[in-house]
């Protein structure tokens, strides 16, 4: 059977242009899947390269989206920058959002000024709604209120790195990775995306690696597939972003959720995702194109209205729960971006916000050790900006998760369990609600929070206890006594 009879609702929608968009998602995939495999030959550090390089950087970002933001601050402060992409940097395939307080890193950075970030804006709601099928709503101001224009927010981003030097390498591939002798930096492979034979070297001194969940590199142990786009006809409240929202129970094994964010011009922007864990993906076939047909097929369940597509946004969104390796640095001279890091909550998944709030200091860190020449693993590994409240978000995210254990006899226990949490949360008052959608609870915060959560669902521990593994709850209690400890006693 071909593709297009398997996937009949994603081609239609998304076969336009050549089938160019499809073309896209397939190699997204096929990177995906592969990621860290014998196949994949950058899994690695490959070995000792002493030939001679065609040019030399301080840095190498791979990959030019939001990494960018790192190219325009290293370059600021003095280093020689290079950005390779298989496409063309400071291009995307996802939107944006954020609250407008979490702007004003962009602001505080120097790269933008204020009235520049709020050039970027291209909407603004008043109100978020978080609600799960058969429960209530649970309201929230402040959290994703802000639609950016990501088109504009890159191009932009491009345009200061190149007025600043950097060096772009469009439509090269990061292929493999070596290091030099006495390790004095790394020799990374680049080969033309479009299959060409040649081969560029480059020699740096630190290799960022901004690629996401493509990554062999990639420190991630729960994953999103995540489909959608900007939509026009879709009947909606420009004043309402709806943060979370489900439709149904669990089906064949996951717990899909939507997202709709107003943008200007009466368009909405949705999405369709699951939580799950990396390895359970290679038994489905076509993850995002599945999920496309899914999405066209259920969303007048969703929304109503004549819907018609006017941008695809889609890709595999990481996160890590903290109960595995959480390492930045993989090897020496190595360091982890953005959702190749999976540094922002496995739960809220708000990595833009995250990026946002805290390239700036994860950069001077970073130029800090560039400068003392102090760039092996266990240095690297020790440049972070997390809030202690994401120790305890993974246990949480393993719950949402929709073929782990304990659901065989209630597929409606996930959509229960959490209405019950965020009923819980809301009635905490809304400062404690955006704290936590913005990964800043604290303790203090937390631990009234999940008793709450066990007097109005008495059977939360049950359920939780179901659903973890024996080895997860003791990593997971060990996750909250960290907690505890670094925010009252440290």
């Not at 639609?147 to 981003?157: E, H, I, K, R």
């Not at 206890?465 to 990593?475: G, K, N, P, Q, V």
């Amino acid at each position: 059977m071909s593709l297009e009879a398997e996937f009949p609702q994603a081609y239609k929608a998304l076969g336009s242009d050549d089938h160019l968009q499809i073309e896209h998602i397939l190699d997204l995939e096929r990177a995906f899947l592969t990621r860290g495999s014998s196949s994949s030959s950058s899994s690695m550090v490959a070995g000792i390269d002493s030939g001679p390089s065609d040019a030399d950087f301080d840095v190498l970002i791979a990959g030019g989206g939001l990494s960018l933001l790192y190219s325009i601050k290293l370059a600021q402060l003095g280093f020689s920058v290079a950005v390779a992409d298989k496409g063309l940097a400071g291009r995307g395939h996802r939107e944006w959002n954020i609250s407008r307080e979490e702007l004003k890193s962009l602001e505080a950075s120097s790269i933008f000024d204020c009235s520049e970030v709020d050039a970027f804006i291209d909407h603004r709601y008043e109100k978020g709604l978080v609600r799960w099928h058969g429960g209530r709503s649970h309201w929230v101001k402040g959290v994703l209120d802000c639609a950016v224009d990501a088109d504009a927010f890159l191009a932009v981003l491009r345009k200061r790195a190149e007025d600043l030097g950097v060096t772009f390498l469009d439509r090269h591939r990061c292929e493999k990775v070596f290091s030099l002798p006495a390790n004095k930096g790394l020799s990374v492979s680049l080969r033309q995306a479009d299959g060409r034979a040649e081969e560029t070297r480059i020699r740096c001194r630190l290799l960022l690696d901004g690629r996401g969940a493509s990554s062999p590199f990639g420190n991630f142990d729960i994953v999103c597939p995540t489909v959608g786009g900007v939509m026009k006809g879709l009947e909606h409240d420009s004043t309402v972003g709806e943060i979370l929202v489900s439709t149904e129970d669990v089906v064949d094994g996951r717990q899909h959720i939507w997202e709709g964010f107003p943008l200007s011009g009466d368009r909405l922007t949705t999405y369709l995702f699951y939580y799950c864990q990396p390895d359970t993906l290679a038994a489905t076939r076509h993850p995002l194109l599945a999920l496309y047909n899914r999405f066209f097929r259920e969303l007048g369940n969703y929304k109503q209205g004549e819907a018609s597509l006017v941008r695809a946004t889609y890709g595999f969104i990481p996160g890590n729960t903290r109960l595995c390796s959480s390492d930045l640095s993989p090897a020496d001279r190595i360091y982890l971006l953005g959702d190749a890091a999976a540094r922002h909550s496995p739960l809220t998944f708000c990595g833009f916000g995250n990026l946002i709030r805290s390239f700036s200091t994860i950069g001077d860190g970073l130029a800090d050790l560039l400068r003392e020449d102090r760039l092996d693993r266990a240095f690297l590994s020790r440049v972070n900006c997390e809030q202690e409240g994401l120790r305890v978000m993974g246990g949480l995210a393993l719950m949402m998760i929709g073929d782990r254990p304990g659901l065989d006899e209630d597929p409606h226990l996930i959509n229960a369990l959490l209405d019950d949490a965020f009923a819980a949360l809301s009635a905490r008052g809304e400062d404690i609600y955006r704290d936590f959608m913005q990964d800043r609870i604290r303790f203090q915060q937390f631990l009234p929070y999940m008793l709450a959560v066990a007097r109005s669902r008495p059977t939360v521990w049950q359920e939780v206890y179901r659903r973890m593994s024996a080895s997860e709850l003791f990593d997971y209690g060990k996750q909250i006594i960290g907690f505890m400890g670094k925010d009252l006693f440290i």
